[in-house]
Nanobody, 125 residues
Framework: QVLLVESGGGLVQAGGSLRLSCAASGRTFSSATMGWFRQAPGKEREFVAGSNWSGGTTYYTDAVKGRFTISTDNAKNTVYLQMNSLKPEDTAVYYC??????????????????WGQGTQVTVSS
């Protein structure tokens, strides 16, 4: 049974940084595509960043390019999302997701099979 557990959310001022973690367990993740999504109040869940498990290929939505970095620690079975220069519009619940389909730059919810419970990120102005 695949389990994804996010942590690291919190309250931060605009311009600050946070690092989210996603601990993955339950199967071998070497073939997985990992993604981060977010959902702001009243809005649909949207793609933020994705990576193959090795971290050799990463991709981002335009709104976070240059500010967010997705990375993986294979030894710890953990995926990270480093968020710098945070803005109030980054406020959302952030979700980790995993897909075991053949790798491609997966950007939609239906491409991912497993989801974490989410962690709240609040950026104050």
């Amino acid at each position: 049974q695949v389990l994804l557990v996010e942590s690291g959310g919190g309250l931060v001022q605009a311009g600050g940084s946070l690092r989210l973690s996603c601990a993955a367990s339950g199967r071998t993740f070497s073939s997985a595509t990992m993604g981060w999504f977010r959902q702001a109040p009243g809005k649909e869940r949207e793609f933020v960043a994705g990576s193959n498990w090795s971290g050799g290929t990463t991709y981002y939505t335009d709104a976070v390019k240059g500010r967010f970095t997705i990375s993986t620690d294979n030894a710890k079975n953990t995926v990270y999302l480093q968020m710098n220069s945070l803005k109030p519009e980054d406020t959302a619940v952030y979700y980790c997701a995993a897909s075991f389909r053949p790798f491609s730059t997966l950007r939609t919810q239906r491409d991912y099979d497993y989801w974490g419970q989410g962690t709240q990120v609040t950026v104050s102005s």
